[in-house]
């Protein structure tokens, strides 16, 4: 098996070769599918030869070009728990005036029952399991593999784990964390190799280091840019600023409802402790 990560907007997405198949993990916003087939191309994949689009929650920059890569031959596999959130986003897209946007079509859609899910990846060659995973949103699954690589979306990173005891997203963690993983995939981090403690997750400890003498505005002024849709790298050529810092603040922004500055640090002092 071999996972390729993706990266050519906001969202990290995955593609995970199979021994029978291929399966793309997340897909990104609205309007970046010809991003998409570039980062294909780079790999020499054709986007044809992907056979099952499976999304972490439905959210816009999680399944904006589900539709255009259905229409190339793979099939949507919607968990049980998610049917009724599949066109969640369509409201938000069409409000957004977003042109590129392609409802999911329910035709192209298979829906796959947690308790069978292990079965539907073994079509793929792939051995692994869709966990429900709730917490930033009810529709939240993980993909599990047996090799311990965890595929979570926006589930809050293990450093926050402390300030979530007793919640979904605890529960969530606790549940993953009993399986021993040894790989995180984010959808908006850096992945995370754990080490003996899987509940301490280093990953990007130095992000939050940088040279501005004032970080709120550094953080202002990333995220004035991220709404005006700009990737990391351009932010980092414009800014200077510290390529994990970014990406710390990306996640942080779009995967945090209504996360002011001061949040976005707090969450970034908590994670370099």
């Not at 050519?8 to 990104?28: A, P, Q, W």
């Not at 004035?224 to 390529?243: L, M, S, V």
Request: net charge negative; glycine share 8%; hydrophobic share 40%.
């Amino acid at each position: 098996m071999t996972i390729h990560e993706l990266r050519y907007g906001n969202t990290n997405t995955y593609l995970i070769e199979g021994e029978r198949g291929i399966v793309l993990f997340d897909t990104g916003w609205a309007g970046t599918f010809d991003m998409f087939c570039r980062a294909m191309g780079e790999l020499r994949i054709p986007v044809q030869k992907i056979d099952a689009v499976l999304i972490s929650h439905f959210h816009p920059d999680h399944c904006g070009i589900a539709q255009e890569i259905a229409d190339h031959g793979a099939v949507i596999a919607v968990a049980d728990v998610q049917k009724e959130y599949v066109h969640a986003a369509d409201d938000i897209f069409r409000k957004e005036n977003r042109h590129a946007f392609r409802p999911i079509d329910d035709a192209k859609v298979r829906v796959v029952t947690l308790s069978d899910s292990r079965r539907f990846l073994e079509e793929f060659g792939i051995e692994g399991e869709i966990l429900h995973t709730p917490g930033h949103s009810d529709d939240s699954v993980t993909l599990a593999l047996d090799d311990g690589s965890l595929f979570v979306g926006d589930l809050n990173p293990l450093y926050e784990l402390e300030m979530h005891r007793g919640t979904q997203i605890g529960e969530s963690w606790e549940k993953l964390l009993s399986r021993k993983p040894r790989t995180v995939y984010y959808g908006h981090a850096k992945t995370a190799v754990l080490g003996s403690n899987p509940a301490r997750d280093d990953s990007g400890k130095a992000a939050a280091k940088q040279s501005h003498e004032d970080p709120a505005v550094l953080v202002a002024t990333v995220v004035r840019y991220i709404d005006k849709g700009w990737d990391a790298g351009r932010i980092q050529r414009k800014t200077g600023a510290d390529a994990g810092l970014i990406e710390d603040v990306m996640r942080m922004y779009l995967t945090h409802r209504n996360i002011g500055i001061q949040g976005i640090l707090d969450r970034i002092e908590i994670k370099n402790k």
